[in-house]
C-alpha cells in the first residue's frame, strides 16, 4: 500500500494537518479525568458548588475544542483521500488505456472493472481512516499511561501489561485476516464475471432455456463468497471482545488495587476515577485502531491488486517510433512472412502470411470460422504485435509509426458493432470531430444508412443506447460503417461487418464505397462469397495460412477451398458464369 501514497503528493498539507488536529482533539480528551478528578476531589469534597460549576464549564470547553479539532480533521482527511482516489483512478485507467488486446485478454474485463471501482474505493477508505485515526490512537495510549504513570507509579503496571497483551491480538487478527481478504477480492472477481456475462448474454440464456443452471452457478459462487466473508467475519467478531476482556480485567484490576491505595492514604477517590477513565480511553482508542486494522487489511488486498495492474506492462509500445514522411510506396500494406501466436505457450493463429495490397485496390479475405482472417487484420493497426516477420503500411513498418499516426491512417468496422450511448451526430463524430453534417450524411449515404436515420423524428440527435440496444443489428452495423467512412482514412477494414445486411443492401454498400471513396483501399472481410467476389484480388485463409490468392474467377479453377465455399453458397448456373 506504500507505493500508492504517492498519490498524495498534491494532499500533504491536508495529510498533516489532518492528524495533527485529531491529536489536538486527543490533548484535550486526556485533560478530561483530569478534570473530572479535580471535580470529585475538591468540589464535591468540599460541597464547592461555584467550584463544580466552572469546571464544569471547563468539560463542556473542551468537548466543543474537541468537537471542533475533529470536525476540522475529518474535513482534512476526507479532502486528501478523495484526491488520492480521483489521482489513483486517473492514472490507472490511463494506465489500463496502454494495454494492447494481449494484456487485456490475459487479465480480464471482470476483474480490471473491479479493481478500478471496488479496490479503489477500498483502498480510498483505508486512506480516510489512515490518516484519521492512525496517529489519534496510539497518542491517546502513549499519553492514556503517561498521565496514569504520573498519577501513580504502581497502578501504571496494570496499563503497561495490558496494552502488549491487546497488541498481541491485534495482531494475530491481522495476521489471519490479511489472506483471507485477499482471496476474497478474487471471488468478488467471479461474482462480477458470472453477472456480466448473464447481463451481456440474456437472450442467449434465455433462447437455451438457461437461467435455472445460470442462477444455480450465480447461487454457487455467491455462497462461496459468503462462505470466505463468513470466516474473516467470524475472525474479525473477536478482536473487540478480546480486546474488551483485557481492558475490562485491566478496570477490576485498577479499583482493587486502587482501592486498597485508596484506603492507605496514597491515592485520592478522583484519582482512582481518573486512572478508570484513561484505560476506558485506552479501551476506546485500541478498538478504534482493531477497526482501523481491520479496514487497513481490507485496503493492503485491494492496494495489491491495484499493483498488480500497474507491474503490468505494456508489452505493445510506440516508444521507438519515430516521425514518418510521405513515401512514394504503392504499397497500401504489405505482409512479410508474418506469424503470430496469442501467447508463448500457444500455436500460431496465422502462419506465415506474405501478400501485397496496392494503394486504391479491393481485397477480400474469406474462410471458414477460425481460419485466421480477424487476426490477420488486427495486425494491420498493430492491435497485437506480430511474431515473426514484418507488417508494413505505406512503406513502412508499422512498429515505426506511432499509434496515433497508424491508426488515424485506419477505419476498421470490427465485426460486432459497437456504439455509444449519445446522439447519432455524436457517434459519428468519433473518427473526426470537427465533422459537418453534410460529411455525416454522406457517409450515412454511402453505408446506406440515410433512409433509416432521416425516419427518426430527431434525424442526427436520435438519443442512441448503449451499444444501440434500440436499434435492430442492420441499423447498427450501417452506423459503425457510417462513423468509419466519416473518418476518411486511407485504409477502410471491414470485418465481417455487413453480416446482418441483406444481399440487396449489401451490394448497394459495396457498390457505393467503391464508387465514392476514390482512392480508397478496401478490405473486406466476410464469409460470403458474393460480398467478395467483385474484389480486385482475393485471399483464402485456411488454419492460418493462405491457401489461396486471385480474382474471383482465378480462384474458382485454382483454389479447392474457395471453390468448396462458392459451391456452399451460390448456385451451379452461377458458378458456371463466373468460369467464363
Known amino acids: 500500500m506504500f507505493r500508492l501514497f504517492r498519490y498524495l503528493k498534491k494532499y500533504i ?44 464549564g471547563v468539560l463542556v470547553l473542551l468537548g466543543v475544542l474537541g468537537l471542533a479539532c475533529s470536525l476540522t480533521a475529518q474535513y482534512f482527511a476526507a479532502k486528501a483521500s478523495m484526491g488520492f482516489g480521483t489521482a489513483l483512478r486517473k492514472d490507472l485507467y490511463h494506465h489500463l488505456n496502454k494495454f494492447s488486446h494481449s494484456e487485456i485478454d490475459k487479465i480480464g474485463t471482470s476483474t480490471l472493472i473491479t479493481r478500478m471501482t471496488g479496490d479503489i474505493n477500498q483502498a480510498q477508505t483505508g486512506i480516510n481512516m489512515l490518516l484519521r485515526l492512525f496517529l489519534r490512537s496510539p497518542f491517546i495510549v502513549i499519553g492514556a499511561i503517561i498521565a496514569a504513570f504520573l498519577i501513580n507509579v504502581k497502578l501504571t503496571l496494570i496499563f503497561i501489561v495490558a496494552s502488549p497483551v491487546i497488541a498481541f491480538i491485534i495482531y494475530l487478527t491481522m495476521s489471519l485476516s490479511i489472506p483471507r481478504y485477499t482471496a476474497i477480492q478474487k471471488k468478488v472477481d467471479k461474482v462480477s464475471l458470472l453477472t456480466r456475462e448473464n447481463l451481456a448474454g440474456v437472450r442467449v440464456v434465455r433462447a437455451f432455456s438457461r ?4 442462477k444455480q452457478d450465480f447461487k454457487e459462487t455467491s455462497e462461496s463468497l459468503m462462505k470466505h466473508q463468513i470466516v474473516v467475519g467470524r475472525i474479525s467478531a473477536l478482536l473487540n471482545p478480546a480486546t474488551y476482556v483485557v481492558v475490562n480485567s485491566a478496570i477490576l484490576a485498577i479499583i482493587w488495587f486502587g482501592g486498597k491505595t485508596v484506603y492507605a492514604g496514597n491515592l485520592t477517590q478522583g ?36 499493483n498488480e495492474i500497474f507491474n503490468t506492462k505494456p508489452q505493445l509500445t510506440d516508444e521507438n517510433a519515430k516521425k514518418i514522411s510521405e513515401n512514394n510506396s504503392e504499397n497500401a500494406i504489405e505482409f512479410r512472412n508474418v506469424s503470430f ?28 470460422t477460425g481460419s485466421g482472417k ?54 459519428m463524430r468519433w473518427g473526426k470531430a470537427d465533422a459537418t453534417d453534410e460529411e455525416i450524411y454522406k457517409a450515412l449515404d454511402i453505408a446506406q444508412a440515410r433512409e433509416f436515420v432521416d425516419s427518426k423524428p430527431d434525424g442526427l440527435d436520435t438519443m442512441i443506447m448503449q451499444n444501440g440496444r434500440n436499434l435492430s443489428g442492420g441499423q447498427r452495423q450501417r452506423l459503425t460503417i457510417a462513423r468509419a467512412i466519416v473518418k476518411k482514412c486511407e485504409i477502410l477494414i471491414l470485418d465481417d461487418s455487413a453480416s446482418a445486411l441483406d444481399y440487396a443492401t449489401d451490394a448497394k454498400l459495396r457498390k457505393a464505397i467503391s464508387e465514392e471513396t476514390d482512392g480508397l483501399t478496401v478490405i473486406i472481410v466476410s464469409q460470403r ?20 490468392k486471385g480474382t474471383h474467377k482465378e480462384l474458382l479453377k485454382n483454389c ?11 448456385t451451379r448456373e452461377e458458378i458456371e458464369r463466373d468460369e467464363k
Open 211 to 214: 437461467q435455472e443452471e445460470e
Open 271 to 306: 484519582e482512582v476515577i481518573a486512572l478508570v477513565n484513561y484505560m476506558s480511553q485506552i479501551l476506546l482508542a485500541l478498538v478504534a485502531l482493531a477497526n482501523l486494522i481491520v479496514i487497513l487489511t481490507k485496503a493492503s488486498a485491494s492496494s495489491v491488486r491495484i
Open 529 to 548: 462469397a458474393t460480398t467478395i467476389k467483385n474484389a480486385d484480388s482475393i485471399i483464402v485463409m485456411d488454419d492460418g495460412e493462405i491457401v489461396g
Open 560 to 570: 479447392n477451398e474457395y471453390r468448396e465455399i462458392c459451391q456452399s453458397q451460390l
Open 13 to 56: 498539507v491536508e495529510s498533516i494537518l489532518g492528524p495533527l488536529f485529531k491529536m489536538t482533539e486527543a490533548t484535550f480528551e486526556l485533560i478530561v479525568p483530569v478534570v473530572m478528578a479535580k471535580i470529585i476531589d475538591v468540589g464535591i469534597k468540599n460541597n464547592d458548588k461555584e467550584y463544580i460549576l466552572r469546571m464544569g
Open 374 to 427: 480477424s487476426t490477420l487484420i488486427n495486425l494491420i493497426p498493430r492491435f497485437y504485435e506480430v511474431s515473426e516477420g514484418e507488417v508494413q503500411v505505406n512503406g513502412e513498418n508499422v512498429k515505426d509509426y506511432t499509434f496515433t499516426d497508424l491508426r488515424e491512417k485506419i477505419g476498421i468496422v470490427p465485426q460486432k458493432a459497437v456504439l455509444f450511448k449519445g446522439t447519432i451526430r455524436d457517434n
Open 341 to 368: 501466436k496469442y501467447s508463448e505457450e500457444a500455436e500460431n493463429a496465422v502462419n506465415g502470411l506474405t501478400f501485397t495490397v496496392k494503394k486504391g485496390q479491393t481485397i477480400g479475405i474469406i474462410g471458414g
